[in-house]
């Protein structure tokens, strides 16, 4: 099996999204690379669904710029979806039988499936997602006993009635396929041993557990709420407690609290509750207190387009918080990206005392991806705290060559000073002189280049000397990377992908575009924050730099990347004719 895509289209309650999850969770036991999507209208309830899942044998960086095998339970919410949800042109769709298929999609491969009748034959009502994922199994050959069994774990918690159901529409649903003409793709595949599926929001989770978080506030909000799900069902089985607060203001006072207690603490919000923390991020600035931040982006502005990925919080990440607020911001690429991402934000903000925000994206926190057991390993470090000796004369806000002053722990015997929001001199002391302020600022600031030459955060990949080179972040990059590949380029274009986005590895990041003959910025945001932020730290020349940037609301394709990559690879071969 190369490379196959499923999608499933219907309404809240068809289970597009559950058919999703059990074929990707099928593909994932044997062996294969999967990345699996999934999207939602604004609605709280009832609204239309999506499910995409990308298979193939080989690694996969992104989602497919177009699905091979279509699933329609409702074409009115595929009419939804129809911009995001792209047919191959020799895409074969199977619909419910009493739903003809709009004019348009008649000169196409559909076969018309009569799930919900079938499901009510079956005992199941409920159950055409699973005929479905029957008749996919059989028809594009993934192992039938698997399936069986996957189906069998995912309705475990439901009466041994409901899940007899369900096993015979799956069968129903393989009887199906063997009246249907004979499939001419079907994809021939060897297992490998299983991989582990994990959404990015799981995998934040679990690399905040990892890196020793004990306590977890926050408030839900689409699309990171599944981050509090699983921190609240975990951490009291380890000795940690989770808060659900009345809002986001209250989410990340209380981290900052349980932080000044000696706990590692830990929040998750999306655009809007970063919003409301933007005072207090000032405040751990400030009082120089560690918290981090998950901010999965999603679309805005205000409430926006909430279950649509988008690159537009950057700017307020970077520079939210009224006066001079350093804090730390790295970026998510994949769902492996976002475990990493999260232990690195753990070891920033207690070695150095400042708030780190990780930025993620809708596209990779509730995208489902395959990755290696194996890889979910990184060291833990943990904050300065004051030893005997500094207790002997404590200033909690020593002047330090790196700007990081130990930390006591309340109760700790010398340890006692004041800390609020207010300037302060080294003991903690409120002090307006602007002589105090000035050596405050400088002494916060210098953790910032302390931080930049510790962690050099960057993917670099591609050609050494590139003739073209892509400038990139988040989840821009496997995008780039599928480009790059496809089109076999890897030895004229170049990419860097700043993993750290402020401080940016700025000498890294301007080597490599002053090595380049021409430049492409890649972006996810009509206002194109990345760019605009690149300008404010190195020398991007305006002369040789393309930039392809666009609202979100449907995901970032490989074809767009190709398609400015080869009129740029173009022009640079004309002048080299020239």
């Known amino acids: 099996m190369h490379d196959l895509t499923f999608a499933f289209v219907g309404a809240g309650g068809d289970g597009a999204v559950t058919a999703g999850d059990i074929i990707a969770g099928v593909c994932a036991s044997e062996g294969l690379h999967v990345i699996k999507t999934e999207a939602y209208g604004p609605q709280i309830r009832g609204g239309e669904s999506s499910a995409t899942v990308r298979v193939s044998s080989e690694r996969i960086h992104a989602q497919a710029d177009a699905v091979d095998a279509l699933v329609v339970f409702s074409w009115a919410d595929f009419a939804r979806f129809q911009n995001e949800v792209v047919l191959a042109p020799d895409a074969v769709i199977f619909h419910e039988a009493a739903d003809a298929p709009p004019v348009e999609m008649t000169t196409r491969t559909c076969h018309a499936i009569p799930f919900t009748n079938l499901a009510r034959e079956c005992g199941a009502p409920g159950s055409k997602n699973v005929i479905a994922v029957g008749l996919l199994t059989a028809r594009y050959g993934l192992p039938l006993e698997v399936t069986r069994h996957a189906i069998s774990r995912r309705f475990k918690k439901k009466t041994e009635a409901v899940i007899e159901a369900n096993l015979r529409a799956f069968d129903r649903g393989v009887t ?6 004979a499939v001419s793709n079907r994809r021939e595949y060897t297992t490998a041993a299983p991989k582990l599926l994990m959404s990015g929001n799981e995998a934040s989770a679990f690399a905040a557990i990892h890196a ?8 839900p909000i689409t699309p990171s709420s599944e981050i509090l799900h699983f921190l609240s069902e975990c951490l009291p089985k380890i000795g940690g407690s989770s808060l659900q607060t009345e809002d986001e203001l209250s989410a990340i006072g209380a981290v900052i609290g349980a932080s000044f207690a000696g706990v590692k603490s830990m929040t998750a919000t999306s655009g809007p509750g970063l919003s409301l ?3 207090l991020m000032g405040l751990s600035s400030i009082a120089e207190v560690p918290a981090v931040i998950v901010n999965v982006q999603r679309g805005g502005p205000s409430t926006g387009i909430p279950t649509k990925s988008e690159q537009s919080d950057l700017f307020h990440a970077v520079y939210a918080s009224h006066g001079d607020a350093p804090r730390v911001v790295i970026a998510c690429s994949d769902v492996e990206s976002s475990f990493h991402a999260t232990v690195d934000a753990f070891n920033i903000a207690e070695e150095y005392q400042v708030p780190v925000i990780v930025l993620t994206e809708q596209s990779i926190a509730q995208r489902r991806e395959t990755i290696t057991a194996g890889v979910l390993e990184h060291e833990v470090r943990e904050r300065r705290i004051a030893t005997p000796d500094d207790l002997h004369d404590y200033r909690r806000y020593r002047d330090t060559p790196d700007g990081v002053s130990p930390m006591s722990v309340p109760g700790m015997c010398g340890g006692t000073y004041q800390t609020n929001g207010l300037e302060h001199d080294e003991q903690g002391r409120p002090n307006s002189s ?3 302020h000035e050596a405050m600022n400088a002494k916060r600031y210098r953790k910032l280049d302390a931080i ?3 962690y050099r955060l960057f993917e670099r990949f591609g050609a050494e000397k590139p003739e073209v080179g892509v400038l990139c972040w988040g989840s821009s990059a496997g995008v780039v990377r599928e480009a790059i590949g496809r089109m076999g380029v890897e030895e004229r274009v170049g990419v860097f992908a700043p993993v750290m986005i402020n401080p940016l ?3 890294e990041l ?3 575009i002053d090595s380049c003959r021409t430049l492409l910025v890649v ?8 760019t605009q932020h690149l300008r404010t730290q190195v020398d991007l020349p305006r002369a040789k730099t393309t930039v392809h940037s666009r609202s979100g609301g449907k995901a970032l394709t490989a074809a767009e990347v190709e398609a400015e990559l080869r009129a740029l690879l173009t022009n640079v071969s004309l002048e080299v004719v020239a």
């Not at 020793?212 to 408030?219: D, P, V």
């Not at 972006?523 to 990345?530: D, I, K, N, R, T």
């Open 510 to 512: 301007q080597s490599f």
């Open 505 to 507: 590895p700025s000498r």
């Open 176 to 181: 199906e396929d063997a009246a249907l003409p």
């Open 523 to 530: 972006e996810v945001s009509y206002a194109a924050q990345f």
């Open 434 to 436: 602007f002589v105090v």
């Open 277 to 279: 923390m933007a005072e």
């Open 452 to 454: 930049a030459n510790e």
């Open 212 to 219: 020793g978080c004990r306590f977890f506030a926050g408030y």
